[in-house]
């Protein structure tokens, strides 16, 4: 125990903390938090000693995330408001000092504001970017629904009605010869399969945490192999390397799920209001059926999906948060290049 708290003392102790404070930790929570080079069942096994050791139960759902859940505004495309779909929006508002017209000047004076980008910035631009993009990548890589997705893109590719380079983002992708593309198209194939065995496990712990008894003592122990078995299929995710417009699309999977979930549990809110503040003349037997009809909506999509609606909904919150990291830091750095040549 000490040694990984040796080696992943900070990642540790920020388990610890989050723990403490909820009094237990989700599936999310652990994944989320677990440093992502951690590739030892050994480390992670030692991880949830160090969590049970400290009384902190593990939890398949975010009561407190429940209580607050709060991300952005879904619209009825599907998509969330995202500054990524946005162009590019420098701040060319004139200051107060500023008299003239002319677009060019007070371009030009904006740009002399900004400050000339110096190696140290470049590095900590570039640290935020990819800290960004891990940060959506580990929440699309925990997502039940981005592993099915995953799963049957395998197939496709298997069968041909993909191609390696579509799926996948190599660097030496155009001087690849013949050989060596087959070779990468065999690797992802041999990764998409030991994803799909890893997933179909990972399906029959979670089947029985949900037909668990609240107070069996098993259920811990479910919980815990599950949430180990989550971390494994995050880890099988992000080793897969994906093109960027797999990448999109999985995002897109997400954002349209969490509007589908948020139509369920409107519509049940709606039927909870009407039952509450029902006239004398209405039938409440119709009430009633409305709001079991609603919640057997929200119900159906969980069993779909394999998780809870509002777990995905934390999933987009990361996604969102971290797309807005990187994004904020390439406006930066597209700012700093332009001030190069002004």
């Not at 677009?103 to 000339?116: D, F, G, N, Q, T």
Request: glycine share 4%.
């Amino acid at each position: 125990m000490s040694d990984i708290n040796e080696k992943y003392h900070d990642e540790v102790e920020k388990l610890l903390e989050v723990g403490k404070e909820k009094e237990y930790l989700t599936y999310d929570d652990i994944n989320r938090l677990l440093p992502p080079d951690m590739n030892s069942a050994d480390d992670i096994e030692a991880i949830f000693d160090v969590i049970g050791a400290e009384g902190i139960s593990i939890s398949d759902t975010d009561e407190k995330f429940i209580e607050a859940a709060s991300v952005a505004a879904v619209g009825p495309d599907g998509k969330i408001d995202d500054p990524l779909d946005e162009e590019l929006d420098l701040d060319l508002t004139p200051g107060t000092l500023d008299k003239t017209n002319d677009p060019v000047r007070l371009y030009l004076r904006e740009m002399a504001i900004v400050p000339l980008l110096t190696r140290d910035g470049e590095v900590s631009i570039a640290r935020r970017i990819e800290r960004g993009r891990m940060r959506a990548l580990k929440a699309i890589s925990r997502s039940p629904i981005c592993v099915e997705n995953l799963i049957q893109m395998g197939e496709r590719l298997r069968r041909g009605e993909l191609h390696i380079r579509e799926v996948a983002s190599f660097s030496e992708q155009e001087g690849m010869t013949e050989e060596r593309v087959e070779e990468y198209l065999q690797t992802t194939l041999d990764a998409i399969t030991e994803l799909k065995k890893t997933y179909a496990k990972t399906l029959k712990l979670y089947e029985r945490v949900q037909e668990e008894p609240r107070k069996s003592p098993r259920l811990y122990r479910h919980r815990r192999r599950l949430a180990r078995g989550r971390v494994e299929l995050s880890q099988q995710v992000r080793s897969l390397d994906l093109a960027l417009q797999q990448h999109d699309h999985l995002v897109s999977l997400l954002r349209e799920s969490v509007y589908h979930a948020r139509e369920a549990r409107s519509a049940i809110d709606k039927a909870r209001r009407a039952l509450e503040k029902k006239k004398w003349n209405e039938d409440e037997r119709e009430l009633k059926r409305n709001l079991r009809d609603a919640e057997r909506r929200l119900f159906d999509l969980e069993n779909v999906w394999h998780t809870n609606s509002l777990e995905l909904e934390r999933s987009v919150a990361a996604i969102n948060s971290g797309e807005d990291e990187a994004n904020q830091a390439k406006r930066e750095l597209i700012e700093a290049n332009l001030r190069l040549v002004v």
